[in-house]
């Protein structure tokens, strides 16, 4: 099993909603991360985690909370979002540590849209 | 700021021919570089990576060189297919968990 899954594949929200971005692999591997992207720009980084903690935060807002209950599921808590936070957002996994390959598997990814 | 850069938004090659895309970096102190496919409504896809220690990886048809005095990076694919018709995004690592990606180049190769 080589895949990233994530849920849901699309999703529109209101600014005062509550919702959460979910993301599983099987792959064994200890590093997750969430990656935000709008049209025509590249893949940015937002968290990483290394062994279910959080390693980076790239300065992301608040309104973003990730989360990692176990070493295949990472989650992203989204309140109070503004308009201009809708992008597609892509979960990834790699193995932790120095990695041989320097491969991100990523998943299909989550279109947010909010109104 | 942007560290990694792909100039060029869009290729077009004839099938059966080189297809070269070029990427340019900006900060030194990356552990290694990485190519990734990515096909509409899918997830970035590895493709080949190359260690800053080395100037050339190969695999199969698709060749990564590497130039660090330029800090530049280029992915050679040799003979193009149709079925490599995808936007193609160069990546650097620092740290091995800081992935920095460029804006993406797509690359179409005409039948």
């Known amino acids: 099993d080589t895949e990233v899954t994530q849920t849901p594949k699309h999703l529109v929200m209101g600014m005062t909603n509550k919702k959460s971005l979910k993301c599983e692999q099987h792959m064994g591997h200890r590093a997750m991360y969430w990656y935000k992207q709008k049209a025509k720009k590249p893949p940015e980084l937002m968290f990483v985690y290394s062994y279910e903690k959080l390693s980076i935060n790239e300065s992301v807002p608040s309104r973003f909370s990730p989360e990692c209950p176990n070493s295949s599921l990472l989650n992203l808590h989204l309140h109070a979002l503004q308009p201009e936070d809708s992008a597609l957002y892509l979960c990834?996994?790699?193995?932790?540590?120095?990695?041989?390959?320097?491969?991100?598997?990523f998943g299909e990814g989550s279109r947010l849209t909010v109104l | 700021d942007q560290q990694v850069k792909q100039n060029s938004p869009s290729l077009s090659v004839q099938e059966g021919r080189i297809s070269i895309l070029n990427c340019d970096y900006t900060?030194?102190?990356?552990?290694?570089f990485l190519w990734y496919k990515k096909y509409p409504a899918e997830g970035p896809t590895f493709l080949i990576s190359i260690s800053s220690i080395k100037d050339k990886n190969e695999d199969g048809r698709f060749t990564v060189f590497l130039n660090k005095s330029a800090k530049h990076l280029s992915l050679h694919i040799v003979p193009s297919q149709p079925g490599d018709s995808a936007v193609y995004f160069c990546a650097a690592v620092r740290n091995f968990n800081k992935f920095y990606f460029g804006s993406g180049t797509k690359l179409n190769v005409k039948p």
């Open positions: 900060n030194s102190m990356f552990d290694y």
């Open positions: 990834a996994s790699s193995q932790a540590g120095a990695n041989p390959t320097g491969e991100l598997f």
